[in-house]
């Protein structure tokens, strides 16, 4: 398993701010995962972080909008920028442990972001 | 793209009764997990089925595997209130894919 501590837990702001969550494992991994979701629905991938490269964003998610760093194998960051009120929803990042033909996924609690 | 399709998609149920979900699917799955989300939290995997026709119980909790490896099922036995929540199945390919979701409430 992984524990993954992620902040802040949640947070209101301003329309036209930036907001960074953090994401930190317990142990090293290659790939981290930001997902969106909204109360009640299943997760959207926003991207993947990988230690070293530029991260990888799904369609319908850009660099500038959803900056991602990764300065090590334990930590992460996922910046929503100049937001809105249509960013508010829950953001956790989350890690994959493989062992033969499992993938299970790991989560940290996620951030509940409201934008006014 | 692959989909992973769950039903139904909200379920009211009363302390004490029984209820399925199901997750399913056009594409064969190297391993199907189930995960529970509680309000505020992140999901907690709960299970992990890997071969076909696979039956596992955790608890109240029976996870079964389809045999073509598509689809899979969990039901629980004599909800409870705790047993509250988001539940999500999520499939293993080339990555990992996430179900439409099943969310529970269990009235007391």
């Known amino acids: 398993s992984a524990v993954i501590s992620q902040k802040p837990s949640r947070d209101i702001c301003q329309r036209g701010t930036s907001l960074t969550i953090q994401c930190q494992v317990d142990?090293?991994?290659?790939?981290m995962f930001w997902y969106r979701q909204q109360p009640g629905q299943s997760l959207t991938l926003i991207a993947t972080?990988?230690?070293?490269?530029?991260?990888?964003?799904e369609s319908g998610f850009v660099i500038d909008k959803f900056p991602i760093s990764r300065p090590n194998l334990t930590f992460s960051t996922l910046t929503v920028s100049n937001m809105s009120p249509e960013d508010s929803s829950i953001y956790l990042c989350?890690?994959?442990?493989?062992?033969?033909?499992?993938?299970?996924?790991?989560f940290g609690q996620g951030t509940r972001l409201t934008v006014v | 793209t692959q989909l992973l399709e769950q039903s139904p998609q909200f379920l009211s149920i009363q302390e004490g009764e029984n209820l399925t979900v199901y997750c399913n699917s056009s594409?064969?799955?190297?391993?199907l997990q189930w995960y529970r989300q509680e309000p505020g939290e992140g999901p907690v995997l709960l299970v992990t089925?890997?071969?076909?026709?696979e039956v596992k119980k955790l608890k109240r909790l029976t996870f079964q595997f389809g045999d073509a490896r598509k689809d899979s099922s969990l039901h629980i036995t004599a909800a409870q209130t705790g047993d509250t929540g988001l539940y999500l199945c999520?499939?293993?390919?080339?990555?990992?894919?996430f179900g439409t979701g099943t969310l529970l409430a269990v009235q007391p």
């Open positions: 142990s090293q991994v290659t790939m």
């Open positions: 089925v890997v071969t076909g026709g």
């Open positions: 594409s064969v799955f190297s391993s």
């Open positions: 999520g499939g293993a390919t080339n990555k990992l894919i």
């Open positions: 989350s890690v994959d442990r493989a062992g033969g033909s499992n993938t299970e996924a790991f």
């Open positions: 972080a990988n230690q070293g490269s530029e991260a990888t964003y």
